[in-house]
């Protein structure tokens, strides 16, 4: 089970921490990603996170994303938001699991 937390509205150039509970499998040997779907455009890749710790990130969001992970929760830090940055963001094991959903709302 994957469930994500920490989404809500924010003004452009703040500052939102999105976290994703894991539980029901072995957290620490699967890859951890983040994927976003903004309406009418189709779910995409923010960043992912292996077991060991190498994070990859979509153009789109490099030097203003962070993904991390300790035992159980995989995080998801992000600055610098931008409107085009609204979305519902999904959390996933990278093996078929994936979280409901939160929203994130950049705007004025």
Request: glycine share 12%.
């Amino acid at each position: 089970q994957l469930v994500e937390s920490g989404g809500g509205l924010v003004q452009p150039g703040g500052s939102l921490r999105l976290s994703c509970a894991a539980s029901g499998f072995t957290f620490s040997m699967y890859a951890m990603g983040w994927y976003r779907q903004a309406p009418g455009k189709q779910r995409e890749l923010v960043a992912t996170i292996t077991s060991d710790g190498y994070a990859n990130y979509a153009d789109s969001v490099k030097g203003r994303f962070t993904i991390s992970r300790d035992t159980s929760t995989v995080y998801l830090q992000m600055n610098s938001l931008k409107p085009e940055d609204t979305a519902v963001y999904y959390c996933t094991n990278t093996v078929g699991s994936w979280g409901q959903g939160i929203q994130v709302t950049v705007s004025s």
